[in-house]
T-cell receptor
Framework: RKEVEQDPGPFNVPEGATVAFNCTYS??????FFWYRQDCRKEPKLLMS???SGNEDGRFTAQLNRASQYISLLIRDSKLSDSATYLC???????????FGKGTRLSVIA | SQTIHQWPATLVQPVGSPLSLECTVE??????LYWYRQAAGRGLQLLFY??????ISSEVPQNLSASRPQDRQFILSSKKLLLSDSGFYLC?????????FGPGTRLTVL
């Protein structure tokens, strides 16, 4: 089983739609979780950290389910500018390198 | 604020030629530094990371090497490039577990 697994997509959704991505991780001792966004031919950028209690930033909501070992990202009211690849990222312990999923591609269509 | 620089932005090199990619970070001291590679259609692969001057950890055996001659400088090198070395090379630094990437170098080996 891969350390971090994501559905590669693509998810093609109309503007205004709500879309959700899930990501599963294999190490039950993983401590930190993040979502990154990567635009085509650009570097990944931190979208949001994922906290145990779940967290929201505007139209974006991230949740963590430790029992089932998955994290999710919900995007409400999708915009054309949300089109990108979303990377799920896990850190197993405080000073170990982050492990990236291969990403889920989202296309928001007018 | 912290910034990270990488150069060159793009590079086309023949097989068997040497490589040197440079990364520098401004606005922070003693950062953890990382080199990642993203090959076409694949996820981010951690190549090297460094927690201090002269301290390099290699994640994947390959014909690449890394050095950290100064606190905020991280260099990726190869003596002889292979076709399989083509990809998008990203330098990153971390703060409290969050990773921040430079703009990347797109390397094509012909």
């Amino acid at each position: 089983r891969k350390e971090v697994e994501q559905d590669p997509g693509p998810f093609n959704v109309p503007e205004g739609a709500t879309v959700a991505f899930n990501c599963t991780y294999s190490n039950s001792a993983s401590q930190s979780f993040f979502w990154y966004r990567q635009d085509c031919r650009k570097e990944p950028k931190l979208l949001m950290s994922v906290y145990s209690s779940g967290n929201e930033d505007g139209r974006f909501t991230a949740q963590l389910n430790r029992a089932s070992q998955y994290i999710s990202l919900l995007i409400r009211d999708s915009k054309l500018s949300d089109s990108a690849t979303y990377l799920c990222v896990v850190q197993n312990s405080g000073n170990t390198p982050l492990v990236f999923g291969k990403g889920t591609r989202l296309s928001v269509i007018a | 604020s912290q910034t990270i620089h990488q150069w060159p932005a793009t590079l086309v090199q023949p097989v068997g030629s040497p490589l040197s990619l440079e990364c520098t970070v401004e606005g922070t001291s003693n950062p953890n530094l990382y080199w990642y590679r993203q090959a076409a259609g694949r996820g981010l692969q951690l190549l090297f990371y460094s927690v201090g001057i002269g301290q390099i950890s290699s994640e994947v055996p390959q014909n690449l090497s890394a050095s950290r001659p100064q606190d905020r400088q991280f260099i990726l090198s190869s003596k002889k490039l292979l076709l399989s070395d083509s990809g998008f090379y990203l330098c990153a630094w971390s703060l409290r577990g969050e990773l921040y990437f430079g703009p990347g170098t797109r390397l094509t080996v012909l």
